[in-house]
């Protein structure tokens, strides 16, 4: 049996206030926070990238695994903002963990799925044999156009998992994936800023796609949402994942111990990856995991992990995820925020 | 002038319709009219669109449509009065029975406004208002209704409450209507505490925007007779303009084109608005509905407001407006609004309405409205 051997989360120290944004563009804050369900957001510092929080949340893996970094044979990040257009994030990642030279890297791309799409084929790796270990990580600096509704959400975070074969924390029951084209969000080469399509990334694009995973995942594994423990959607707002595992027939109590929109936002391929961190966290030898991740374009990888005895030896080795979020905050105004995210032209 | 009948009619369910193009739902609800009139072949197709070549990029309309429900060479026209362009299909249509000039006429409207993003659908819904004297300044349709709202409020004391007392009707009959984008019931808190918009109109105050279409199917009495349904006749319609620019106007309060449209169509089916047993108007935001009925003369001036507390607009009152939810609950998919709005008073009148049915209504009304009341269509039906 495979599955998750260490997991760690990271999520930047600054934050910026629904209102302290919504007061710059003369918005309403309590119909945002209302709307949205999210009161504040992560934001990076200057010199923190994708990369950066990768090699913080996978020191932090490493930390829960236990096992020597040059026995990776796979480094993935899934991102949507990958620093480099050309030149990858995994190099970078397996140079600063001590995973090089023979290791397979790769970087990938599904907006806010690339995180679960890392895990998916590092995962399946490990369960051909072809690897011993796999470490894949889902982390952002995400973009959001000044003024635009994203604003409010896009956040900065990761979430590193290291899959083997020998003492699993979670072991991987099944997984399954549901994709369609359907062009809700995207960001074309050269924008800065990614575009939406509205209502349209709602019915048809995140419900879609995460009910036909979650069912289509359950019926392969002959589960139904009673049996599940915990449950962790994608969370691009405070709403969503709560209205998703509603009509799935979840309950609030199995959704929230891993949504952390409300306090973090949005990170996109971190959000249910870091969401998943913040649940094993908590949980118990045996408890049964649900993880439906969500990329727009679009798709869905649905995952069914079991905890095992190990969770228990492991949990207290890194920073827990609540801890990275309610701690050592760092509140920034508009104009540090806007400097940070590098929104503000200096000449060259 | 011949008299004229509603023979068919064909709607399906409207809202954000992402899985349809535009000729998909015109086609759907124009074959419903044609199958529920008995008819497999028109002599001539009128349709209104407000904008659909800055929704989908198509001009050119008529000829598509005619085309894509299998219908050419049959004469086609579009025709567009902003949110009154669907009533405007039915006056075209009604004309041309009347005249004599086609026995068969099919009358539609459509609107396929959620391929486009909020800003571009609020850019062309704003064409309707006057770009140099009003649009360049910045104010959009939530905008003009507010200050049409606060300026009654100021003038008669119309309340805040009121105001959504209009919405809260409106979704309470739309939950009777399958077809309607919004088929639930809202409460006066909730419209109060959605998000505002424009002060002192909140998104509870104010119609969605909606993927939509109807369809009818209009010709002389003495064929209609013929047909085994209940006759419903159109014995009045009313057209009137007015300023485009709100700022124009002598009185904010006030819809002259709908006051003179109706006394056109009253005059012509020699009734009063005390003979109406059933109106649809045209409430693209609650404060609307408040001046519309106040301009139809059911209610007196200034007591719009008062009418709807008072439940005199209800379904159980004694001019129940918008049975069908109104374009507040059902959707307003501009250019097809005012068809449908037709459609509801012939389900009325036909005594298919369902939960919804005012008990015993022969004589039906409706009034369509471009703009901020630049036009105005009024219509009235009546069962024989």
Same mark, same amino acid.
């Not at chain 1, 096992?67 to 991102?79: F, L, R, T």
């Not at chain 1, 030279?101 to 998916?120: I, L, Q, R, S, Y």
């Not at chain 2, 109060?192 to 009495?221: E, H, N, W, Y």
């Given at each position: 049996m495979e599955g998750i051997i260490g997991y760690g989360a990271y999520i930047p120290r600054n934050r910026i206030k629904v209102e302290e944004i919504a007061k710059v563009w003369g918005a309403d804050a309590p119909s945002y926070k209302k709307g949205l369900l999210v009161e504040e957001k992560s934001v990076p510092s200057p010199d923190q990238d994708t990369i950066t929080m990768s090699v913080e949340a996978?020191?932090?893996?490493?930390?829960?695994?236990?096992?020597?970094?040059?026995?990776?044979?796979?480094?993935?990040?899934?991102?949507?903002?990958?620093?480099?257009?050309?030149?990858?994030?995994?190099?970078?990642?397996?140079?600063?963990?001590?995973?090089?030279?023979?290791?397979?890297?790769?970087?990938?791309?599904?907006?806010?799925?690339?995180?679960?799409?890392?895990?998916?084929?590092?995962?399946?790796?490990?369960?051909?044999?072809?690897?011993?270990?796999?470490?894949?990580?889902?982390?952002?600096?995400?973009?959001?156009?000044?003024?635009?509704?994203?604003?409010?959400?896009?956040?900065?975070?990761?979430?590193?998992?290291?899959?083997?074969?020998?003492?699993?924390?979670?072991?991987?029951?099944?997984?399954?994936?549901?994709?369609?084209?359907?062009?809700?969000?995207?960001?074309?080469?050269?924008?800065?800023?990614?575009?939406?399509?509205?209502?349209?990334?709602?019915?048809p694009a995140y419900f879609k796609h995460i009910t036909g995973a979650a069912k289509g995942i359950m019926a392969k594994a002959r589960l139904k949402p009673s049996d599940f423990n915990y449950v962790i959607f994608h969370q691009p707002n405070g709403k969503f994942p709560f209205r998703v595992g509603e009509l799935l027939g979840f309950t609030k109590k199995q959704i929230e111990p891993g949504w952390l929109v409300s306090k973090l936002g949005n990170t996109y391929s971190g959000s249910s990856p870091i969401g998943l961190t913040a649940t094993l966290d908590i949980s118990k030898p045996n408890d049964l995991i649900l993880i439906v991740s969500y990329g727009s374009g679009a798709g869905s990888d649905g995952f069914v992990f079991r905890v095992t005895e190990r969770i228990n030896e492991v949990r207290d080795l890194a920073p827990k995820t609540r801890f990275l979020l309610e701690n050592n905050r760092n509140y920034l105004d508009y104009g540090t925020y806007a400097k940070f995210r590098h929104k503000i032209r200096k000449a060259e | 002038m011949r008299e004229v009948a509603v023979i068919g009619v064909g709607m399906t369910k409207w809202g954000e319709l992402w899985e349809k193009s535009l000729r998909d739902i015109f086609v759907e609800t124009a074959l419903l009219a044609l199958d529920d009139a008995g008819v497999d072949k028109i002599d001539s197709l009128i349709v209104g669109s407000m904008s659909s070549g800055l929704f989908i990029g198509q001009e050119h309309l008529a000829s598509l449509l005619a085309d894509y429900l299998g219908q050419t060479p049959v004469p086609a026209a579009r025709v567009e009065s902003a949110c009154a362009s669907g009533g405007l299909a039915l006056r075209t249509g009604f004309i041309e029975v009347a005249s004599g000039m086609a026995d068969i006429v099919l009358v539609s409207g459509v609107e396929k406004m959620t391929d486009v993003n909020g800003n571009e659908a609020t850019y062309a819904l704003g064409t309707a208002a006057d770009q140099e004297y009003e649009c360049y300044h910045g104010i959009t349709f939530p905008g003009l209704y507010a200050l049409i709202a606060r300026a009654h409020m100021e003038k008669y004391g119309t309340t805040r409450e009121q105001l959504a007392m209009v919405a809260v009707k409106n979704h309470h009959n739309g939950s009777m209507n399958p077809l309607a984008q919004y088929p639930y019931e809202i409460t006066?808190?909730? #419209?109060?505490?959605?998000?505002?918009?424009?002060? =002192? /109109?909140?998104?509870?105050?104010?119609?969605?925007?909606?993927?939509?279409?109807?369809?009818?199917?209009?010709?002389? #009495?003495?064929?209609?007779?013929?047909?085994?349904? =209940? /006759?419903?006749?159109?014995?009045?319609s009313g057209q009137a303009t007015d300023t485009i620019a709100l700022s124009s106007r002598k009185d904010l309060t006030w819809i002259e084109s709908t006051y003179q449209a109706a006394k056109k169509a009253y005059s012509m089916a020699g009734k009063k608005p005390q003979d109406m047993d059933v109106i649809e108007v045209h409430d693209c935001f609650t404060i609307a509905e408040i001046c519309v009925t106040e301009s139809l003369g059911l209610v007196e001036k200034g007591k719009g407001g008062k009418a709807v507390e008072e439940g005199v607009t209800s379904l159980q009152g004694k001019f129940p407006v918008n049975a069908s939810g109104g374009l507040k609950a059902k959707g307003h998919p501009v250019g097809a609004t005012g068809v449908a709005q037709a459609i509801e008073i012939v389900k009325q009148l036909r005594e298919e309405a369902g939960p919804r049915q005012v008990k015993g209504a022969r004589v039906g009304l409706t009034q369509n409205m471009g703009g901020s009341g630049g036009s105005s269509i009024v219509h009235i039906f009546e069962r024989s």
């Open positions: 996978s020191k932090y893996a490493l930390k829960r695994a236990r096992i020597n970094p040059k026995e990776i044979g796979a480094v993935y990040i899934g991102s949507e903002s990958h620093p480099y257009a050309v030149k990858p994030s995994g190099t970078v990642l397996a140079e600063a963990i001590g995973a090089t030279p023979e290791v397979h890297t790769a970087d990938f791309e599904f907006a806010c799925k690339a995180g679960t799409e890392g895990m998916f084929v590092a995962l399946s790796l490990v369960k051909a044999g072809e690897i011993k270990y796999g470490l894949a990580v889902g982390a952002d600096t995400s973009q959001g156009a000044p003024g635009d509704a994203l604003e409010y959400t896009a956040a900065a975070g990761a979430a590193a998992y290291i899959f083997g074969r020998e003492n699993i924390v979670a072991e991987c029951l099944e997984t399954y994936s549901f994709t369609t084209d359907t062009p809700d969000f995207w960001r074309r080469e050269y924008q800065y800023y990614p575009q939406h399509g509205g209502r349209f990334t709602g019915e | 006066v808190d909730g #419209v109060l505490c959605s998000v505002l918009v424009a002060d =002192p /109109l909140r998104v509870l105050d104010c119609s969605p925007i909606t993927d939509g279409a109807a369809a009818m199917i209009l010709c002389p #009495v003495d064929i209609a007779k013929k047909m085994k349904k =209940p /006759l419903v006749k159109i014995t009045g």
